[in-house]
């Protein structure tokens, strides 16, 4: 078998240093002309990627074209979506699974990229759909023959931050007889906020955990048990689960229906399946969802294009890697100009930073050059009242990518002073695009703009339920090219293991069920001391 | 008058910089000692700040004291307090302010520091218990006499993110029988999202902005003004107003009530305002947000000591220093151990971001070094299943402020497997902090932790409204410091301005209400063009 190469060893590697010396000047006059602004744009899917305001030109883009040729990086991802065991390190002892998060959406072809996994999300489609036909026509309801209107979303991390951005991104769509609240936290004050405000009695809880031993969610999940056996009423009657079969929660006797994902879909990636599915097919109805799946579907099919010009995944991983490797911006924020993505780039935020915040490559060397950016931000214009003054005059640049729709979700607006409140909200996207690149002159030094501050905008017409698939589609292709050319494993979490393992050590010791010679100077029991969380 | 020294021009700074060449190695073997532990912790207004996790020792300690004398960052506390004007710069036409948002809560001594301010405040504070009371006692009803029970909250930025991120973390405590909205964002689906859910009959409607001609801010509630004409219902006799006195918004005839705030407050700053009292009162009564004023009071008078250990404040800004300036780390991840707290990052985002994130510094002088960070953050446990894989094993270094408490809010907790959530909540907390400093060696090179990841906790008892004020007035208080050290103006910002020029110029072209020559060929016709926004 090929083996991938380190990014440095690229031949066109070396090329790309140089261009980075002397990146396009975006202040310069007539930089942003009309020629430039129709040239660097694509689209995909429904979705347009405007990236005049990346400081490159046609040589720096035809360098990046060689790159992503190079380094293979559309062929790894048609290897990917036809099931090579792309969760790995070679030589060492790591997951060795595949990587199918694409085969849960891959269900509008005659043949998908990998048959046996589609057909597994087809079955499980086909049981959500009857749970929901079931519910719709009160052969599912509670012990007194009520329907339930109300879910509870228990999961965390990836069984968390996707659904729930989705379901906000979404909300406008909702069923308006139904609700849904999420837990998450161990923090018991999550769980005692939302049991506040359900009735339990009409509510189901859809219990969420791959492997059926995530700490936080069995500990909810319990919390809730009991909250119902204190009204009397029995959980089991209550309880749906998604999980992973053969997990200790896979077990029919203590949930009203079950649901299944497989070992080859990562959490941060799950939220096409089952995962994702359930909540928002209880949400939002059947057909939404399929929407949703199709509208992801035709974004990791664009995935596959070698042009990069005509591959919007492939070419914004591209941009980022030029101004995170090349220019050494090292986070980048994604400002989406809609409230109801204001979830979107917490969930992002996990999806790249957990896949590519990495060290090692697939080889396990160490990697010479800095892998995953920082990712963060929150909507616009709310941010422009926040934090943009740093992004415009601060002394850390940061590429953005703003996010925005032509139309509004609800079509509830007003026209105030010449205008809708959604043109001004598009207005606004674009000036800030333009003010982030071009900057401004002043002869007072605090009102001078530098400019040069790299920025992409991705467009659509309006936020529905396909154009979300395919801008959560679009961002996981990102992602996983980025850490295709970066030469990591995209798709374990090795690093999250060490805090569980203390973790579990210090409950040990704040209970005192643990003794050992000298636990007593070890740094747990001095911290557990010195924050008084030690039994008395 | 003295003039404030550029960082680099303090005597001590070279010898930071050679002790910087060598941190302290947290992975050493007894690094973390008992005595370390004990020593490396200060307190004040019921806050404990644990910094052994830090990548320092006494003699870099002595070093940020000497910083501290040096650049007169107590002296300037004391004098902002004071009613020095604190926001300008020197030679240029800036804003030429007081910065006295401390003078809102300084309540509770005889002896004020700026006793016209805070006579001000109390004077609001009045009219505030008057308004509750009136409220309360059926005074203040709608037209049809029905009792107010739902606010919608109306601000943006400064008006929203802290009152916002207060009013969540506090929702514990809130009054059952009212509940409260919030609406910023111009995107008329965030107005949309709320209006579908609230009885506007007896919805009271709080606008806030202190220049009373915000955008966001007017375009929202004339959208609701319009929404209560459409049910037949006078909007005067809904709305109330927070805003300053004399703007465009100050009128009595269009509004039920009127609170003030005033120019000396900037909106970032502006929480314990009325911009934040006005929603907490009606949520939570009048005791609670007294009891908030007085711990942000307690907070500030702390920041007055001039020994950095006896300081929280001063020292939690000066190892803010020490990782960014020093240690040369960009970012900074704010991570409560609270769920309450979920949207607290978001708001110290702002204050911090929107501060530091500038160029020139006091006197108009570019800035030879790095000012402020990207400050970013998600509640823990939630991102020890999302981003933290990268703070573990990314090439970033991240310094960490971990928030925690020993109790839970609600107090509805369950023992399982032995311990209560709350217990595993902070034993999490615990061990993450442990697990970032010390790391952990591994043969397989995947699951290496290399440590050495500087991290702080706070950790109180309980989150309640005094604790509240209390961290909120810590976090402003180190921002300031932060901004003396950097000799740069904390309290202006000029950067949002370029942005709000060019989107009424966007706006303009959008609807051709410009005929300009050359607009065509305009950068903003161009994308107005390529983004599909024109007028057809």
Redesign the interface.
Known sequence: MERWQALTDIPVYPHLVGLAQHPFDLTSPGA???AR??QY?SSAAGI?L?Y?AQRLNDEVLAGLQELADQCGLVEQFQQMRRGAIMNR?HG???EERQVLHTACRDLFVENPAEPLASGQAKREITKLRAFLEDLENDILTNVNGRPFDTMIHVG???S??GPRSVYEAL??YKQPKRQVFFV??????????V?RQVNLATTLVNVVSKSGS???TL??E??IR?AYEAQGLDPAQHCIAVTGEGSPMDSPARYLRSFYMFDYIG??YSSTSMVGAVMLGFSLGIEPVLEFLEGASLMDRAAEEPKIQQNIPLLQALLGVWNHTFLGH??VAVLP????LHRFS?HL??CD????????SRY????A??????L?G?????G?????????????I?PVEFI?F?R???G???E?E???????????L??????MA???EDE???????GNRPNL?L?ADRLTPKIMGALLALYEAKVVFQGFCWNI?SF?????????V??G???DL??G?REEDGAD?S???????????GRE
């Open positions: 942003l002309s009309p602004m129709h744009c347009d405007l005049a390190i060492f002892a790591s965390i991390g990836g968390d931050l909300r406008a998450s936290n161990v923090d018991p004050d999550d769980a005692a906020s049991l995530t700490l936080e500990t909810n319990s919390l009991r959490g941060r090292s986070t100009y809609s409230q109801a917490a935020q996990q930073m957990e896949s590519n915040g990495k060290s090692v396990g060397e160490s990697v050059l800095k892998t995953g950016p920082i963060w929150e909507p616009g214009t709310n422009q009242h926040a934090f943009y003054q740093l992004l415009h005059q601060g002394t850390e940061v925005g032509r509004s979700q609800y509830e607006d007003l105030i010449g205008s809708t409140s959604q043109q001004k909200l598009v207005a606004n674009l000036a800030q695009s333009l003010a071009m900057g401004k007072n030094p605090n009102r001078r703009f530098p905008i467009l494993n374990d979490q090795e690093g999250v293991q060490l805090g569980k203390l973790a050590r210090v409950l704040m209970g069920r100077l740094p747990e029991m001095s911290l557990i001391k010195r924050a008084k969380m």
